[in-house]
């Protein structure tokens, strides 16, 4: 039986090229090709797969939020990040979204096959790159990181983008006291003595990316 793979990556070439390279690997077939989350999402609904594999930087939905549907709604689908981003802030942000795989964009078919079959038969995959950056920095990882909930992660990013604290407790439809609130809890959680000290370990750590708050 084949084993039923899609993948989400805004770049149309590299999906073709993906598709390419399936090609050459046997008892896989290519069931779901799209541009976002969103899009993923929804072919899942009338389409059975077994492996995914997920762009980080996409329009719409991107592959962190992506991630975390697809662990609360199809938690059986193995997910292999498939990303030029291979610095450890973005390989921790992902491993906290319980992805099963991890490769550069730049993996050839071998190493495709090799996560495939991994991921399948044994449950985890990184390629040598990442698996490298993971032992690095592997006491941060299992020990030091600092996690944000979901409204963080939302209060950070509105205060990237110089919305003030009135205008994102209107956004997030609570008070301005809750709001700063939050703040005080940032600014213990990272150790930061002003806010500038939450974005940059925001951004260094992969909570944030540049592209989000152009």
Known sequence: MSIRLAI???HVMYRGGFALSLD???????VVSVSNGQELLEHLKTQEVDVVFLDISMPVMDGFTTAKQLNMQYPHIKIIILSSYTDIGHIKRMI?????GYIS???????IKKAIKVVCKKGYYYDKEVYHKIQENLNSISQGTTYFTERELSIIKLFAMQYSAKQIADILCCSTRTVEKHKEILLEKTASFSFIGVLMYALSNGYLLLEEIK
């Open 96 to 100: 906290a979204c319980n992805i099963s």
């Open 105 to 111: 964009k730049v993996a050839n078919t071998a190493t």
């Open 24 to 30: 050459a690997i046997k008892n896989v077939e290519l």
């Open 8 to 10: 989400a990556d805004d």
